[in-house]
């Protein structure tokens, strides 16, 4: 089954301890993305990677670093997480330019 | 920049009861605008896709329209389960990273 998935699906953790959120795609897409979603503020784009070993800030990337060493995997890392990056994320993948499909989402809370 | 914006925020519908659903959008040369259906808790599902003004796409009970400056959802005679949030969202033609710029979306609640 074509899909997106990310782990964990929720995590609770304290102010400064380091945590990755992963996300892994099997539909062999270039294009791989991290969304946050707050209420009042809809989905807004924090990183984007366009293929392997590429990537870029979207219009949130502050407290967060990605990396994309495979085509399939697109982690997001929160080196030293704050309470405001309380939220709950999402990674889309998709063909370049073409539909991107999301995971189910991670809901994090930052103590 | 790029902004799309969603209305009604909430639609409380009797099933059966047909309605739209409106998102206004500013672009500088829109390459697609997206609908997605959204349940609780879960990650958006991909609707329908719309390039250019005129277009129409239909799925089971839902309709999405496009003009030069907005696209409708119409849900005609719904059913408890089309209950969902449905997102708007655009993506420019020049826009860096396949970007997507979402609207607020519609919290749908169909009633039986």
């Known amino acids: 089954e074509a899909q997106v998935t990310q782990n964990p699906r929720y995590l609770i953790t304290v102010t400064g301890k380091k945590l990755t959120v992963t996300c892994s795609q099997n539909?062999?897409?270039?294009?791989m993305s991290w969304y946050r979603q707050d209420p009042g503020l809809g989905l807004r784009q924090i990183y984007y990677?366009?293929?392997?070993?590429?990537?870029d800030k979207g219009d949130v990337p502050e407290g967060y670093k990605v990396s994309r060493k495979e085509k399939r995997n697109f982690p997001l890392i929160l080196e030293s997480p704050s309470p405001n990056q309380t939220s709950l994320y999402f990674c889309?993948?998709?063909?370049?330019?073409?539909?991107?499909?999301f995971g189910p989402g991670t809901r994090l809370l930052v103590l | 920049e790029d902004q799309v914006t969603q209305s009604p925020e909430a639609l409380r519908l009797q099933e059966g009861e047909s309605s739209s659903l409106n998102c206004s959008y500013t672009?500088?040369?829109?390459?697609?605008l997206f609908w997605y259906r959204q349940d609780p808790g879960k990650g958006p599902e991909f609707l329908f896709t719309?390039?250019?003004a005129g277009e129409e796409k239909e799925k089971e009970r839902l309709k999405a329209t496009l003009t030069k400056k907005e696209s409708f959802l119409h849900i005609t005679a719904p059913k408890p389960e089309d209950s969902a949030t449905y997102l708007c969202?655009?993506?420019?033609?020049?826009?860096?990273?396949?970007?997507?710029?979402f609207g607020g979306g519609t919290r749908v609640l169909v009633k039986p």
């Open positions: 889309a993948s998709s063909h370049y330019q073409e539909t991107q499909y």
């Open positions: 539909m062999n897409h270039e294009y």
């Open positions: 990677s366009m293929n392997v070993e590429v990537t």
């Open positions: 672009v500088s040369g829109l390459r697609g």
């Open positions: 719309l390039y250019s």
């Open positions: 969202a655009v993506q420019e033609g020049k826009a860096a990273g396949n970007k997507l710029t």
